[in-house]
Structure formats: structure tokens, C-alpha cells
């Protein structure tokens, strides 16, 4: 009898990977299509300054609009193209694809772009960024690319060296999402980053919770001290947007600002306003 029961469960199981299988396989395969058919697209969300209140930049964010499903977010699909070593071809349309749109607006607005710890195991990474440079005539300084800390997590050695050499193409590096790893102080040992992204949910409790507001702080004392740039992400009110003004926090992006839209040159062209002296 238990011979016989565990036969049915182990059939159960088989029967319950095999459709979850074909799930997830009919998902990598939508996502294949979906990006062969041109349905990823990209949305941008201003950066702006804080004591100017003007548009600085703006991140590229894909987006996933599903003929059946409607808009798939970006935390359920790039995951999987993660997974596939899709991201390396995705990655690279991304990149060329924002460094075209960027190059339609006034000279110092910059366009922020994620690349995945993936692309850092594709050995034409460089190549691919300075392509994208070269075919949208983008002055580098004007590109900046977002890693997380995970990049410096795994083969650490090799993903440094891609950093370096992606600045020497005159690119500035962003460590997104700062405070959400472990070590994030430590990383900031491996590699001179241009720039931190304080990550949202440190942001989003700003004033209320005397911890994010004590780490808030510190990260920015920190850049200060260290001449790298902070930006807040996910800045949704003017109180989160004035403790972080008072702190000298120097970008912001949230939803205060700016939601992700489809094509920032469509609204008009963007010009920089001259930083006025808070
Ligand atoms: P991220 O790079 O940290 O991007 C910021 C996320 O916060 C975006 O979510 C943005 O829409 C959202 N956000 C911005 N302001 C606010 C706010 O005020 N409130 C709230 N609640 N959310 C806000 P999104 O677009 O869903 O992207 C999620 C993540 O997916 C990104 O996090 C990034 O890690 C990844 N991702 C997006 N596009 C790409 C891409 O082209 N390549 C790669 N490798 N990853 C990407
Ligand atoms: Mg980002
Ligand atoms: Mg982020
Ligand atoms: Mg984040």
C-alpha cells in the first residue's frame, strides 16, 4: 500500500513539475517572440535636481506589453530572461535603443541604463556599450549605467575589470538599489562609483521611521565625503523630498516628479534649466 501511495504522489509531483515546466516554457517563449516581435519597449523617468527642481536625466526602464496578459512588470520578466541569457541580446537593444532616444535631447540631460550581473558573463559587454555610443553619436558622459551590488558579489575580479573598462570609454557607473545587500559598504571599496542610488525603501520611510532616516543620512554624508553623487529613488512626497533636500542629497526620482513614460521627446524637447542656488 505505501508502495502504492508513494507511486501516486511521486505521479502527483511528475505531473505537477510537467505543467509547471510548460508554463514557465510557454513564458520563455512568449518572451522570445514578444522581443523578436518588437513588444518590449522602453519607458523613461525623469531624474531631477534638488535644488534646481529640473530634469537632469532619465532611467530606461523596459517594459513588456503582453497581447493577452497586458503589461507584464519588469521583476517577473527579467528574471527569466536572466535565467534564458536572453537579457545579453535584450540588454544590448536597451542600450541601443536608449542612447538613440537620449541623443534627440539638450546635451547634459544623461540617460540612466540597468544592466543585469548576466550581461557582465558576455564578453562583447564593452563592445555592445561602445557601439551604442558610436551608432547614436551619445557624448559617453552622458550615459550612465546602473549595477546593483550583485555584480560585485559574483567573479567579483573579472566584473571589476568590466567596470574600469567601461569607464575608460567615459561612462559614469551608478550602484543602484544602495543598503538593500548586505555589504554594501564594502563594495564601495572594490569600485569608485560615480554615483549611489539610495534604494526606495529606505526613501519611502523617510521622517517616519528614525532608522531610514538615520541611514538616509548617512549614505548621503557618506557620497559627500567621497565625492560620489546620491540620488533617492521612489521619492513620492514633499516631506520624503525635503529631509532629502536638507541633507544634501543632490538627485531625486519618484513618483513626485515623474512616473516612467514612453517618449520624453514627445511631450517637447528637453532642455536643462540652469541650477539656481537654493
Ligand atoms: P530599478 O532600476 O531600481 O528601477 C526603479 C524602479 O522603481 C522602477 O520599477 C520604477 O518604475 C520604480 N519607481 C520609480 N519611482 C517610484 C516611486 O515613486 N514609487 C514607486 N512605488 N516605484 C517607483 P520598474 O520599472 O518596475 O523596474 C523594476 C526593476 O526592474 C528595476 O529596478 C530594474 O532592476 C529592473 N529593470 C528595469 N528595466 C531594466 C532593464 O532595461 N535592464 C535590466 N537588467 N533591468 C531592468
Ligand atoms: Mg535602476
Ligand atoms: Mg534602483
Ligand atoms: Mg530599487
Redo the contacts with the bound molecule.
Keep these: 500500500r505505501a508502495k502504492a501511495d508513494g507511486g501516486c504522489i511521486a505521479h502527483y509531483f511528475e505531473a505537477a513539475m510537467d505543467s509547471w515546466d510548460r508554463s514557465r516554457r510557454r513564458r520563455e517563449a512568449d518572451l522570445h517572440e514578444a522581443f523578436a516581435r518588437g513588444d518590449l519597449a522602453l519607458a523613461y523617468?525623469p531624474v531631477v535636481g534638488v535644488r534646481s527642481r529640473a530634469i537632469v536625466g532619465f532611467?530606461?526602464?523596459?517594459r513588456w506589453h503582453h497581447p493577452v496578459e497586458g503589461a507584464i512588470?519588469?521583476?517577473e520578466f527579467?528574471p527569466l530572461a536572466e535565467e534564458t541569457g536572453l537579457?545579453v541580446p535584450i540588454?544590448a537593444w536597451?542600450l541601443r535603443q536608449a542612447c538613440a532616444e537620449a541623443s534627440l535631447w539638450a546635451d547634459p540631460v544623461r540617460i540612466a541604463?540597468?544592466?543585469?550581473p548576466v550581461q557582465f558573463r558576455d564578453p562583447g559587454l564593452v563592445a555592445t556599450v561602445r557601439e551604442a555610443l558610436a551608432l547614436s553619436g551619445l557624448a559617453p558622459h552622458r550615459l550612465e549605467l546602473?549595477v546593483t551590488e550583485s555584480v560585485l558579489l559574483a567573479a567579483s575580479e573579472a566584473n571589476v575589470a568590466t567596470l574600469h573598462a567601461l569607464r575608460d570609454l567615459g561612462v559614469r557607473i551608478a550602484m543602484?538599489?544602495f543598503g538593500t545587500g548586505y555589504c554594501s559598504l564594502s563594495y564601495l571599496q572594490k569600485f569608485p562609483f560615480d554615483k549611489i542610488k539610495i534604494d526606495?525603501s529606505f526613501v519611502s520611510r523617510l521622517g517616519e521611521d528614525p532608522h531610514s532616516t538615520a541611514i538616509v543620512q548617512a549614505v548621503i554624508g557618506l557620497g559627500a565625503s567621497l565625492g560620489i553623487v546620491t540620488v533617492a529613488?521612489?521619492?513620492?512626497t514633499e516631506v520624503q523630498f525635503a529631509h532629502l533636500r536638507a541633507e544634501g542629497c543632490e538627485e531625486v526620482?519618484?513618483?513626485?516628479f515623474g512616473r516612467?513614460i514612453p517618449a520624453p521627446q514627445a511631450v517637447g524637447p528637453i532642455r536643462r534649466e540652469p541650477d539656481v542656488a537654493a
Design positions: 523617468q532611467e530606461a526602464l523596459l512588470p519588469p521583476s527579467v537579457i540588454g536597451v541604463v540597468n544592466l543585469s546602473e543602484d538599489d526606495r529613488e521612489g521619492v513620492e526620482q519618484g513618483y513626485l516612467p
